[in-house]
């Protein structure tokens, strides 16, 4: 209960702080672009989970960073929808995956550390043999 109070204030004092500063039109077109970037995220939401099936089936993340990220992109998406300014910022900042990586994992950044297929086989060849093209001298006659 003493978090929700907690916010409660910071949400009041910043968002009047910056009301103040921008003007009430802005304020209220800045609320109504908020809301519509958080609802045109969560209707365009199966790209993002595209790219991060994408990264789990490259092994760039595991399950649980897949669903950790999945559920911040989501709740960032809500925080945007609600009016304030605090929930705006942290919404944005949910937004991007750094920001989100660095709370899921901490101080394991596990990004560049996966390969493609294809950077997978090329390097499992063996380098010891010459592709070659053979040519045959028989002709076939009749």
């Known amino acids: 209960m003493i978090y929700f109070f907690a ?3 910071l949400e009041v004092m910043i968002s009047v ?3 103040s500063a921008i003007g009430g039109v802005a304020t209220f077109f800045e609320i109504l672009l908020s809301a519509f970037v958080g609802i045109s995220i969560l209707v365009n939401f199966k790209a993002t ?6 990264a789990v089936s490259y092994s760039c993340i595991d399950l649980k960073q897949f669903q950790s990220l999945n559920l911040f ?14 929930t705006d910022i942290v919404g944005v900042l949910l937004q991007f995956s750094v920001f989100t990586t660095m ?3 901490r101080y394991n950044f596990n990004s560049g550390k996966c390969k493609t297929d294809y950077e997978k086989n090329s390097t499992q060849k ?17």
């Open 103 to 105: 709370l899921v994992n």
């Open 17 to 19: 702080s910056i009301s």
């Open 7 to 9: 916010y409660l204030f």
């Open 126 to 142: 063996d380098i010891n043999v010459i592709d070659v093209e053979i040519i045959s001298d028989n002709t076939y006659t009749k």
């Open 73 to 86: 992109t989501i709740f960032g998406a809500i925080l945007l929808i609600l009016p304030g300014f605090l």
């Open 49 to 54: 989970l595209r790219e991060n099936f994408t």
